[in-house]
């Protein structure tokens, strides 16, 4: 079991960062990751030195492709989530995914694990949406045999745009502002309990279902916000700010910047009130569920993990 060969497509990111830490605590070794973010992918080395990894474009053939041929788990994390061009979701999220299908069925790798997401069930309308929807429909109709999770939001060691950049923005500014009342239901996932879920399907060899995969705690998103400030010991004030000046102001920084860190499309899926099934899933894959405040401590005052700042 600890020897099978496994293949990270997207691995230099949130998920797999810490998928490829826990995986190692495990005992597996053999681990490829294939990423085209090359910041990323030189700290995941730095960290993680006796793993390979590989630049590579997913969405276009090339050397990447060799290493299905003995593979023994393939983890499709790959995957598109901000920004304000649409092409590179069709790009990242569909393009890349056809490609590693076929890889995946030309080499009769005997497992995939696929990483969806909960917005293929919102009711949010964006690029990220959209193209997420049309991934997993893809990976369902490939027919491979599969079991799709659904994480929410997460967070953890690694995180360079969720909590762990509001974090950094909060230690690095007077004012925080908040849009609106705050009051935006979350259902954070920490990152380290899905890891576990992923390893908890390769070793149990879960063969199919979809499963949302949620956090346990319904949390606002103006709390996390304050958790976020009592564990960092930041010093930042928490402004209220209308929404509409809020979302001018997102509008007004994505035109200087090409990958902004919120956008206004982001702004827009936060209140759009979703709320998302709590699966049982601590009973359904023997993974114990962290609560929110202990999670959050782990994240952000970790001895060695949470002094790593991934690129945004």
């Avoid at 490829?20 to 030195?49: C, E, F, S, T």
């Avoid at 590179?88 to 009769?108: C, G, P, Y």
């Avoid at 959209?130 to 369902?140: H, N, P």
């Avoid at 063969?207 to 976020?228: A, F, M, P």
């Amino acid at each position: 079991m600890k020897k099978k060969r496994i293949i990270l497509p997207g691995g230099a990111g949130l998920v797999g960062q810490n998928l490829v830490a826990r995986l190692k605590i495990a005992g597996y070794n053999n681990i490829i990751v294939l990423d085209k973010h090359q910041a990323n992918l030189k700290i995941l080395q730095k960290v993680q030195p006796d793993i390979d990894i590989e630049y590579a474009d997913l969405a276009e053939p090339g050397k990447w492709q060799r290493h299905f041929e003995a593979a023994d788990v393939v983890i499709m994390l790959q995957a598109q989530i901000g920004g304000n061009a649409y092409n590179k979701f069709v790009h990242n999220n569909l393009d890349a995914t056809r490609l590693i299908l076929d890889q995946i069925k030309a080499h009769n790798v005997p497992y995939l694990v696929h990483i969806s997401s909960s917005v293929v069930e919102s009711a949010a309308n964006d690029a990220y949406t959209s193209t997420k929807k049309d991934q997993e429909r893809m990976v369902l109709e490939s027919g491979i045999p599969c079991p799709i999770l659904r994480p929410t939001l997460m967070f953890g060691w690694f995180d360079r745009k969720h909590l762990g950049w509001l974090s950094r923005f909060m230690q690095k500014t007077p004012a925080f502002p908040i849009p609106g009342h705050g009051r935006y239901m979350r259902q954070p996932l920490y990152v380290g309990d899905f890891c576990n879920i992923i390893i908890s399907c390769i070793e149990n060899h879960i063969q199919g279902g979809v499963y949302n995969i949620s956090g346990h705690e319904k949390i606002d998103y103006i709390d996390i916000i304050r958790e976020i400030k009592r564990v960092t010991g930041a010093k930042a004030m928490l402004v209220k700010m209308p929404y509409a000046l809020f979302h001018c102001l997102l509008w007004i920084w994505g035109l200087f910047d090409k990958n902004p860190p919120f956008t206004t499309q982001q702004l827009a899926a936060l209140i759009a009130k979703d709320e998302f099934e709590v699966l049982d899933w601590p009973n359904i894959f023997g993974v114990p569920y962290t609560p929110f405040a202990k999670a959050i401590d782990e994240t952000f005052n970790d001895p060695i993990y949470s002094t790593i700042e991934m690129e945004f």
